[in-house]
């Protein structure tokens, strides 16, 4: 069977949900694959930045889950015991200023009904691609398995929304140059019940010498911690039992001792995710182009990879959309260009939240005495200048707003 569309969307992550819905809001013809049946994920992201909730407004699908969200006021850093630091968003001036918790899945199906709504966006799921269709040196669309057989989806452009392990970046040979980084750790993420001491509004970051984890709220009233430990230990931790990871939770947080005994019975709890970072070196190339995790892959610090493929759909949809309009003897030149600027765009945007990552990662991991007391130094003056404060995390959390009055309401504000 062949299908004819204009853009084949290969991923139906936050990127490529979102990457369809903005171009069928823009007339256009979307055909989506998703190798997975019910987009069944092992990890998935829950946490959106300011600007990630901004985006969605812009997508129209923020007031479809608003109800489903669970909005922070602040962050909280621990080191050695010792609160260093505690950011409020309500002091930040923007529009959007609060990050939010939101289940993937709810995430994924407003973005999908609000797709189908408008029209025009064909999905296949479970699809796995397992070619892709080249004329003339340029990809012209995908081959793909499904359930009723193998289907070819001729398209205009086609685009790569599949994730850090992308088939369609090896397909089209765009993993050529591309510098992965491993970084110094793994994390072993893992929900708990939610201590009744805890503030539910806050994101808490706990530092012991070199160890250190991620405490925060999520949407069905559980704890999502996420455990760092040293790059390809598990196996030794394992060996040591169920104990060693209790042990390892209660260096960190001790007030949690009896969650961590109720919630994690054993290691099948858990969930391992390699962290490392991925710098892919061109993103298009002739009718193809990839976007988030596939382009460029970020670590958990501050919840950036979901945040930043909806920035890249919601960049490149306009691109492409215009790109469509040029005659048929020009379109695939167009659409050439567009690609080009759409990495040209973003690229920055990704550069800026890598380093604010690295930097944090190098920070949580300093172990000797000298150098741990510095990092408590430096979380110290963070916390006593709201001025920089703004310099350090606006980057990450609000890239694509600009300051309003302090005295503004914030938008979830003038809704109530």
């Keep these: 069977m062949t299908i004819r569309t204009e853009v084949c969307v290969v991923g139906g992550g936050p990127g490529g949900r979102a990457l369809a819905l903005a171009l069928v809001r823009r007339g256009r013809q979307v055909v989506l694959l998703e190798q997975r049946a019910g987009a069944a994920r092992a990890f998935r992201g829950e946490s959106l930045s300011p600007d990630g909730v901004r985006l969605l407004a812009g997508l129209g699908v923020l007031d479809r889950v608003r109800e489903h969200t669970h909005e922070v006021h602040r962050l909280e850093i621990a080191d050695g015991g010792r609160h260093v630091l ?12 609060h990050p939010v918790e939101l289940a993937q ?23 796995s691609p397992t070619a892709l269709l080249i004329e003339r040196g340029a990809v012209r669309g995908v081959r793909a398995r499904t359930p009723e057989g193998i289907v070819e989806i001729r398209a205009d452009m086609t685009v790569g929304a599949d994730g850090r392990y992308s088939s369609v970046r090896r397909l089209a040979g765009l993993g050529h140059g591309t510098v992965r980084t491993p970084l110094e750790r793994d994390v072993i993420w893992l929900k708990l ?22 405490f925060l709220p999520s949407t069905d009233g559980t704890l999502r911690v996420g455990l760092n430990i040293p790059k390809g230990a598990l196996r030794e931790l394992r060996s040591g039992g169920i104990g060693q990871l209790h042990a390892r939770l209660a260096e ?96 920055s945007a990704v550069r800026r939240s890598r380093r604010l990552q690295l930097r944090q ?56």
């Design 105 to 127: 899945p709810v995430l994924l199906a407003a973005l999908a009904r609000a797709a189908d709504e408008h029209g025009g966006c064909t999905v296949l799921e479970p699809a």
């Design 361 to 416: 990662e190098r920070m949580f991991t300093l172990s000797a005495p000298p150098a741990t007391a510095l990092r408590r130094t430096i979380y110290r003056a963070l916390n006593t200048s709201p001025a920089l404060q703004r310099r350090v995390f606006a980057p990450a959390y609000f890239p694509g707003q600009r300051p309003e009055p302090a005295d503004r309401p914030t938008r979830t504000e003038q809704r109530t």
């Design 252 to 347: 960190l947080a001790p007030e949690l001792e009896r969650e961590a005994a109720e919630g994690i019975r054993s290691w099948s709890d858990t969930h391992l995710l390699d962290i490392f970072t991925t710098e892919v070196r061109r993103w298009s190339a002739p009718g193809i182009v990839l976007i988030g995790d596939a382009a460029h892959t970020l670590s958990p610090i501050l919840g950036q990879g979901v945040n930043h493929a909806l920035a890249d759909a919601v960049a490149l949809a306009p691109l492409i959309a215009c790109a469509l309009e040029a005659p048929r003897s020009g379109r695939q030149p167009a659409l050439g260009a567009a690609a080009l600027a759409f990495q040209r765009d973003r690229e």
């Design 193 to 214: 019940p939610f201590p009744a001491a805890w503030d539910r509004r806050a994101y808490r970051v706990r530092i012991s010498a070199g160890r250190h984890g991620l």
């Design 86 to 97: 505690d950011v409020h968003f309500d002091a930040f001036p923007y529009a959007y200023r």
